[in-house]
Nanobody, 127 residues
């Protein structure tokens, strides 16, 4: 059974950094790509970044490229999102998600392709 638990969110000033973590208590973490999405109040959930099941490759949304970095440690069943140079527009609830397809060979950015989600962690950036 998959259970994703995010942590690391908080209140930070513009220009600051955070490291978000997502622990997967399931037994098959290392065989699925993992992604981060975010959702601001009143807006739809948007893709942020994805890391392959092996951790060997990543893809990041243009809006955060160069500031956000996704990584994973399969030995710890954890995926990370390092967020730097934060801006007020980065304020949102950040969710980690597990790909629905085993060892997918390409990246997907639609929330519909992910079938397990964490509860979310709030990131608030003050100006």
């Amino acid at each position: 059974q998959v259970q994703l638990v995010e942590s690391g969110g908080g209140l930070v000033q513009a220009g600051g950094s955070l490291r978000l973590s997502c622990l997967d208590s399931g037994r098959t973490f290392g065989s699925y790509a993992m992604a981060w999405f975010r959702q601001a109040p009143g807006k739809e959930r948007k893709f942020v970044a994805v890391v392959s099941w092996s951790g060997g490759s990543t893809y990041t949304a243009d809006s955060v490229k160069g500031r956000f970095t996704i990584s994973r440690d399969n030995a710890k069943s954890t995926v990370y999102l390092q967020v730097n140079s934060l801006k007020p527009e980065d304020t949102a609830v950040y969710y980690c998600a597990l790909d629905r397809q085993w060892r997918r060979s390409y990246f997907v950015t639609s929330p519909d392709e992910y079938d397990h989600w964490g509860q979310g962690t709030q990131v608030t950036v003050s100006s």
